[in-house]
């Protein structure tokens, strides 16, 4: 703990990330050397002239550069560099467990086998807990802005062999694409044990999130922000505690809100909806899970306490066992012991 002026600093409590693109951790840094390992040439002179692209009208513009910058990753050791690096860089910023989505189709469909993405990922994931002090799981995430046959395809072969998935997500463009029309990849995931996600009320409207509910039966939403559009959905998310992954810089660079001063967080915090704070694209959007608390604490002057529920809310939404979302509780508890001021 640190204290500056009248205010105390604190470091950010240990979390788990539920709402994380591994394709979106991919750094400038890591998108040159990896252009210069597997020799391809890129639309940009250098990091400087990349960097001037992050600068997003809102989703679909975020979306075609997240996808282009996907070419350099070509060989299972492009995915395992990856996602050690962003192991290492969550863990330094409190991060003890992460469920981590990938995007196998934006891979297949450029050419890349699905062995390729999903090992390589794999493998440094097999590790995490060992390596970093991260116990993860994988998700593959489907794109709702191709048809349902294609992921109803690629959930297939995952399956046949064998990949090392807890779950599936959706994600992409989401405006005009609702959750309804992945019923059969959904109800296709439930019958192989798989765990649901969904992202829904990003862009798209609260009654998408009515639909990821209804319909995929999802057990989180990601994002879910636009459900203070709508009454209803509020009083029912509540009720029923349907945990929601907030992704709060991922939301202002999306321009879903102007600036993080409009947030709704504080509010829906305030009112008992089960909310988490997360990344989403950290190499896109400004910052990792730390940054984002550091930022809502500085915005939103969030205390100790409500980081702290922030957090546990993190651990139980996590598809983590039991023991190990004990422990994780308990480094919450002494995280706000040495946290607090001394009386
Ligand atoms: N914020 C986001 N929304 C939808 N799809 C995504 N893919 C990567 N990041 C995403
Ligand atoms: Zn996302």
């Known amino acids: 703990m640190e204290t500056i002026g009248e205010k105390t600093t604190t470091t950010a409590p240990p979390v788990a990330e539920l709402h994380l693109h591994i394709e979106g951790t991919l750094q400038p840094e ?57 192991l290492k860089r969550a863990a330094a910023g409190g991060v003890r467990h992460a469920e981590i989505m990938m995007d196998p189709q934006a891979h297949v469909s450029r050419g890349v086998a699905l062995e390729t993405c999903v090992n390589g990922v794999a493998k440094a994931l097999a590790t995490s807990n060992e390596d970093f002090g991260v116990s993860t799981l994988l998700i593959a995430a489907f794109l709702r802005d191709m048809p349902e046959d294609s992921a109803l395809d690629v959930l297939e072969q995952l399956l046949d062999m064998n990949a090392p998935i807890a779950g599936i ?54 994002h879910g922000i636009r459900c203070m559009e709508d009454t209803e959905v509020v009083q029912r998310l509540v009720a029923e505690q349907v945990p929601l992954t907030v992704c709060p810089l991922s939301n202002v660079r999306l321009r879903a809100v102007d600036k993080l001063e409009d947030h709704p967080l504080p509010e829906m915090l305030a009112i008992g909806l089960n909310v988490s704070v997360n990344s989403d694209d950290p190499a ?16 939103h002057g969030f205390s100790v306490p409500e980081q ?17 979302k004990a422990e994780l509780l308990e480094e919450v508890t002494q995280w706000v012991k040495e946290s607090l001021p001394p009386q």
């Open 308 to 324: 702290a529920t922030l957090a546990a809310n993190s651990i139980r939404s996590s598809f983590a066992s039991d023991e190990r």
């Open 169 to 222: 997500g959706l994600d992409s463009a989401e405006v005009g694409n609702p959750p309804s029309k992945f019923q059969r990849l959904y109800q296709r995931a439930g019958e192989a044990g798989l765990r649901r996600i969904a992202h829904a009320g990003e862009e798209g409207p609260a009654s998408y999130i009515t639909e990821a509910l209804d319909i995929l039966h999802v057990e989180r939403i990601d």
């Open 30 to 86: 890591l998108i040159f050397s990896l252009a210069e390992r597997n020799g391809i040439d890129l639309p940009y002179q250098d990091i400087d002239e990349l960097r001037e692209k992050y600068e997003f009208r809102d989703l679909q513009s975020f979306l075609d550069l997240y996808y282009a910058n996907m070419a350099v990753l070509q060989t299972e050791q492009d995915f395992t560099d990856m996602t050690c690096d962003y």
């Open 284 to 299: 896109y959007f400004g910052g990792y899970v730390d940054d984002n608390y550091q930022q809502l604490v500085k915005v």
